[in-house]
């Protein structure tokens, strides 16, 4: 049992160690406050008459002592160790009631602002105060926990701003709501983002999954729907829901991702990602309110290579994949169904030429002529491996040149040594869909 109150009350102790600091000056301690919410300005007069400065330290110092036996116990097999952190556990009750006592006490000194003698202002502030320590503290120590309890309700975060501008952003910790997840962990977390009901809060849910996912070392990223999710799978092109939706409605959780390189400069490269793919759901393709979630494969790749024919000539491949959601769950408050769609492909295939020396194709070596400068020509795909389309296209430069003979005169700026050339590029492309 030792080895689970141990850190417990390490951590409840060291959570309220901060605020032994902010007393140690009025600066520290308005700064503390103003975190909180209020802008109150705080002098050495209102520090001398608060009983929590006067308490704190003796207190403070107790525990630091404290900690280090357990510190040094920790991992042995002496007894001790439990009635230390039955000590710990108990100053850290006793600091709470100091900071509670704080509820009906007001200052009392004549230059004092008059929110310090107000008693609901100090009541407020021992109401915020342990929760707010205790929230920063698992912020900073221990993220991974605070972001679940950020997920499910326990933890929130309000912004402040306060009269001259400056933000904060006060945490808090709802030691009931604690309780109720213990006791219904589901209808905890479904009573928080009002699952079951139309348009529930799902970027809210997503975006603090994401952080969560962050904390723990999976960088997920918010994105728009990708196009195998709005072709019918999920939802109809035309389907009314897709209005109401934030600009990056789904998460992308990629557990698997990285570039290859394969032949080093002018040889291969491939990069692909794997991972899980959430996105609010809608009842059916076109219904109008977003009432659950979906999830699915998140699977992506791309790869470029070059290949050289001849002295200017290359073949050059680019394309990428996109399989995500081709196998997933649509999660219903009452129902559960498994949906798919076709992969999308994007790739294309050139002949990429620029001579060395331009070919002529039309007119005399010396003189006027047209010469081929650049050529390339491509053949692609794109869309749903179900329903392709085929991309032809082409690009030339061709170099329009005027090389005066030594005996012809010419006005232009031009001349045998210097000729005239213009080498416009001239593209062209076409699509077909085959059926």
Same mark, same amino acid.
């Given at each position: 049992?030792s ?8 951590g409840l ?7 032994g600091r ?9 700064? $503390?406050?103003?975190?909180?919410g &209020?802008d109150?300005a705080v002098?050495?007069g ?5 009983p ?7 207190l !403070?110092?107790q525990?630091?002592?404290? #900690?280090?036996?357990? %510190? ?8 001790d160790?439990?009635?230390v952190?039955?000590?710990? $556990? ?6 709470? /009631? ?5 509820d ?8 004092l602002p008059a929110?310090?003698?107000?008693p609901?202002f ?5 109401? @915020? ?11 900073a120590r221990?993220? #991974?926990l ?5 997920l499910v309700?326990?933890?929130?975060e =309000? ?8 933000e ?7 030691w009931s709501?604690l309780?109720?997840?213990?006791q ?5 977390l ?11 809060a ?5 975006e603090?999954? @994401?952080? $969560?996912?962050?904390s723990?070392g999976v ?6 729907? @990708?196009? =195998?999710?709005?072709?019918g %799978? $999920?939802y109809a092109?035309?389907?009314?829901? !897709?209005?109401?939706?934030?600009r990056?409605?789904a998460l992308a959780?990629?557990?698997? *991702?990285g570039r290859?390189?394969i032949g080093?400069t002018g040889?291969a *490269?491939? &990069?692909?990602?794997? /991972? !899980?793919?959430?996105?609010?759901a809608p009842?059916?393709?076109r219904?109008e309110?977003?009432?659950?979630l979906?999830?699915g494969n998140?699977s ?14 290359a073949?050059r491949? %680019?394309?990428?994949?996109?399989a995500?959601? *081709?196998?997933g769950?649509?999660l219903?408050?009452?129902s559960v169904e ?8 994007d790739a294309?295939?050139a ?5 060395? =020396?331009?070919t002529?194709?039309l ?9 081929? @400068?650049?050529?390339? +020509?491509?053949?692609?795909v794109?869309?749903s ?7 032809l296209?082409?690009?030339?430069? +061709? ?13 232009a700026?031009?001349?045998a040594?210097s000729p &005239?050339?213009s ?5 062209c492309?076409?699509?077909?869909r085959?059926?």
């Amino acid at each position: 049992m030792s080895a689970v109150l141990a850190p417990l009350a390490r951590g409840l102790f060291e959570a309220l160690l901060p605020l032994g600091r902010a007393l140690e000056s009025p600066a520290r301690l308005r700064l $503390l406050i103003r975190q909180l919410g &209020w802008d109150v300005a705080v002098s050495e007069g209102l520090l001398a008459e608060l009983p929590l400065a006067n308490e704190l330290p003796a207190l !403070l110092e107790q525990g630091e002592a404290l #900690v280090e036996s357990i %510190a040094a116990l920790e991992g042995t097999k002496d007894d001790d160790i439990g009635g230390v952190v039955v000590q710990t $556990l108990e100053l850290v009750t006793t600091i709470l /009631g100091e900071i509670e006592a704080l509820d009906g006490w007001a200052a009392s000194g004549a230059q004092l602002p008059a929110q310090a003698k107000d008693p609901t202002f100090w009541a407020e502030l021992a109401g @915020r105060l342990p929760g707010f320590l205790i929230a920063r503290w698992l912020r900073a120590r221990k993220p #991974v926990l605070y972001e679940l309890l950020h997920l499910v309700g326990v933890v929130s975060e =309000t912004v402040v701003i306060l009269d001259d501008g400056e933000e904060f952003v006060r945490r808090s910790v709802d030691w009931s709501l604690l309780s109720e997840l213990v006791q219904d962990p589901a209808g905890t977390l479904a009573g928080r983002y009002g699952w079951g009901e139309a348009d529930w809060a799902h970027d809210d849910f997503l975006e603090a999954l @994401r952080r $969560l996912c962050l904390s723990a070392g999976v960088r997920g990223r918010r994105e728009s729907l @990708r196009a =195998t999710l709005t072709e019918g %799978a $999920l939802y109809a092109s035309d389907s009314p829901a !897709l209005a109401g939706l934030p600009r990056s409605p789904a998460l992308a959780l990629p557990f698997v *991702s990285g570039r290859t390189d394969i032949g080093g400069t002018g040889g291969a *490269s491939a &990069w692909a990602e794997l /991972g !899980l793919l959430l996105a609010p759901a809608p009842a059916s393709p076109r219904g109008e309110a977003i009432t659950g979630l979906y999830l699915g494969n998140l699977s992506y790749g791309e790869a470029e290579a070059s290949l050289p024919l001849a002295e200017g000539w290359a073949l050059r491949f %680019a394309g990428g994949a996109d399989a995500s959601g *081709s196998v997933g769950v649509d999660l219903q408050p009452d129902s559960v169904e498994f949906i798919g769609s076709a992969p999308r492909v994007d790739a294309r295939l050139a002949i990429t030429g620029q001579p060395p =020396t331009p070919t002529r194709l039309l007119g005399a070596e010396q003189g006027l002529r047209l010469e081929l @400068r650049a050529l390339e +020509l491509g053949l692609g795909v794109a869309g749903s491996v179900s329903d392709p389309e085929l991309i032809l296209d082409a690009a030339t430069s +061709l170099g329009l040149v005027i090389e005066p003979s030594e005996a012809t005169p010419c006005s232009a700026p031009c001349s045998a040594a210097s000729p &005239w050339t213009s080498a416009p590029t001239w593209p062209c492309a076409g699509r077909l869909r085959p059926g």
